[in-house]
């Protein structure tokens, strides 16, 4: 490369990440072209990931990007997809699979090294198709380690909500919902819910239950539920995160593993965890942990993407990955490190009933759809109206059984989505 082409290339990437938050990394030799990788992670993350990436001697250049479902829409589309995309979508990754854009990953790692809900089981296809490259935990609730929770449901003026994303508004009222019926129904009705079996659909009196319960506590404090609708889940740019941003006024935060990397170095070492259940309304006890994952598949079946994908999903990958930057893997062989919290959260990842998160499992469209309800619940409860949730979940049912009919038995999406043990 020379001189001249490099100087382009950095300002290209320049412009890019001044444009939308997107991270453009290289790492390449001259002789071979780089395997092509598409991603969530943005900012520090992005560049541990990198870091990882560069041990392994395998030219690539990362791209980093809230936009990832259109801009991996987009590149499909013109015919110049990515050889590898990481993305927590499993219901995306299934479409695509079943659109025959997906490359098996069958022969790349060791697959009992992942355990159920992770291991695609159940599935029409003898093929995998995609393998959690990080793992996160959810069904917690993340507190001061000065300010300890009582062990009752909280008042809605305790709970830090934010509803805001730059990529997809909407998914932290899902997460209630979904934990809501988790913890009350337990993991058969959720997974038969999820999956559309057994006869729960969206306007099965568990989901709506559920739902109304969410409802319930949002009406109790409508300016809370219009502050959180305004809100960010990361906080303000710049800021401490919710939790320990003195203006938000709260003291708890339902969020996954991930929140810490919103909160300074200082102030995560003073965050602590504790279960969900008995702090959500009506205090149920704790029948299983919500899960979510990033996922790796491959859109192209060159040689150097399947052997650096096969390099991250190996028990010594996910490890470094682990130590780099400090995040949680699905890999059963890879062991945990720090302090208590991060023993608590590999502890759940790996024990006890597990499911995965129910929007990343869903159609996009429906998943979108999902996430458009719960925004609009908040809303009319900030506005004093009634949130309509019967309405709401008739075109949930309606939108639901359209896709599963267009889809048909579907050959990729996966069969299960709870674990038992």
Same mark, same amino acid.
């Given at each position: 490369?020379?001189?001249?082409? &490099? ?25 071979? $072209? ?45 015919? $110049? ?51 959690? =490259? ?5 069904? =917690? ?27 997809? +508004? ?14 009350? +129904? ?22 709506? !239950? ?8 949002? &009406? ?45 170095? !200082? ?23 919500? =899960? ?9 079946? &060159? ?29 059963? &062989? ?9 023993? $608590? ?37 900030? $506005? ?32 299960? =989505?709870?674990?038992?043990?």
């Amino acid at each position: 490369m020379t001189r001249r082409l &490099r100087i382009l290339v950095f300002f290209v990437a320049m412009v890019l990440i001044a444009a939308g938050g997107l991270v453009v990394a290289w790492a390449r030799h001259d002789d071979e $072209e780089p395997v092509s990788i598409l991603g969530t992670w943005t900012g520090e993350q992005a560049t541990q990931f990198t870091t990882l990436l560069r041990g392994f001697g395998i030219p690539f250049r990362y791209q980093g990007t809230a936009a990832q479902r259109e801009v991996l829409l987009s590149k499909v589309q013109s015919g $110049e997809p990515p050889d590898l995309v990481i993305m927590p979508g499993l219901g995306e990754l299934a479409e695509y699979a079943d659109q025959h854009r997906l490359y098996p990953l069958n022969g790349l790692y060791d697959p009992q090294e992942y355990g159920a809900p992770w291991k695609p089981t159940g599935t029409a296809s003898e093929h995998v198709y995609w393998v959690p =490259v990080k793992a996160d935990l959810k069904s =917690v609730v993340w507190y001061r380690q000065d300010d300890p929770p009582a062990d009752s449901p909280a008042p809605m003026g305790s709970w830090c909500v934010g509803m805001g994303d730059d990529g997809a +508004s909407g998914w932290p009222g899902t997460d209630w919902i979904e934990d809501l019926l988790l913890q009350r +129904s337990g993991p058969a009705v959720y997974q038969d819910w999820v999956l559309g079996r057994d006869g729960v659909t969206w306007t099965s009196t568990p989901v709506r !239950a559920a739902w109304e319960a969410w409802a319930g506590l949002l &009406r109790k404090d409508r300016a809370a539920a219009r502050h959180a609708l305004l809100t960010d889940h990361r906080g303000a740019p710049g800021g401490r995160g919710l939790l320990f941003d003195a203006w938000h006024g709260c003291s708890l935060e339902h969020q996954g593993s991930f929140a810490r990397s919103f909160y300074d170095a !200082a102030d995560a070492k003073r965050a602590r965890l504790t279960d969900s259940a008995p702090l959500l309304p009506g205090g149920p006890a704790v029948r299983a942990h919500e =899960v979510s994952g990033d996922f790796a598949a491959l859109f192209s079946d &060159r040689p150097q993407a399947r052997a650096l994908l096969g390099r991250l999903a190996s028990r010594a990958g996910q490890q470094e990955w682990a130590q780099v930057a400090d995040v949680f893997s699905a890999n059963r &062989r890879v062991a945990p490190r720090g302090g208590t919290v991060e023993h $608590e959260i590999a502890e759940r990842l790996r024990t006890g009933p597990r499911c995965l998160d129910a929007s990343d499992v869903m159609a996009p469209a429906v998943r979108d759809a999902f996430y458009e309800a719960a925004l609009g619940t908040i809303a009319r409860v900030a $506005e004093g109206r009634d949130p309509g949730i019967a309405a709401l979940l008739r075109d949930l049912r309606r939108l639901q059984d359209a896709q599963s009919a267009q889809a048909g038995d579907g050959r990729a999406a996966p069969g299960t =989505v709870c674990s038992t043990r």
